[in-house]
Nanobody
Framework: QLQLVESGGGLVQPGGSLRLSCAAS????????IGWFRQAPGKEREGVSCISVSDGSTYYGHSVKGRFTISRDDAKKTVYLQMNSLKPEDTAVYYCAAEADDELTPVRTMCVNKGSYFGSWGQGTQVTVSS
């Protein structure tokens, strides 16, 4: 049974950095596309970054491009989200999601529509950016 567990969230000052981890169990991670999403109070779930398996391509949401980096270590069954130059508007609960990569869906499409491509989700980790 696929399980995803996020970690690494916390309180950080504006301009700071955090690295989120998404540990997967019950699957071979190298068969799965992974996405990071976030949801702030009163807002819709937003695609932050996604990474495919078929060609290793990545996608970043407009608001995080150039500041966040997604990476994966399939041997450790872990996907990371390195977040730099954090802003107060990055405050949200961050979720990772997984779905078997169909090798057809473009990575950008995986990351839109509030994550409807993904069938398995973690419980989320809170990120708060505040001075």
């Amino acid at each position: 049974q696929l399980q995803l567990v996020e970690s690494g969230g916390g309180l950080v000052q504006p301009g700071g950095s955090l690295r989120l981890s998404c540990a997967a169990s019950g699957i071979r991670l190298d068969y799965f596309a992974i996405g990071w999403f976030r949801q702030a109070p009163g807002k819709e779930r937003e695609g932050v970054s996604c990474i495919s398996v078929s060609d290793g391509s990545t996608y970043y949401g407009h608001s995080v491009k150039g500041r966040f980096t997604i990476s994966r270590d399939d041997a450790k069954k872990t996907v990371y989200l390195q977040m730099n130059s954090l802003k107060p508007e990055d405050t949200a609960v961050y979720y990772c999601a997984a779905e078997a990569d169909d090798e057809l869906t473009p990575v950008r499409t995986m990351c839109v529509n509030k994550g409807s491509y993904f069938g398995s989700w973690g419980q989320g980790t809170q990120v708060t950016v505040s001075s």
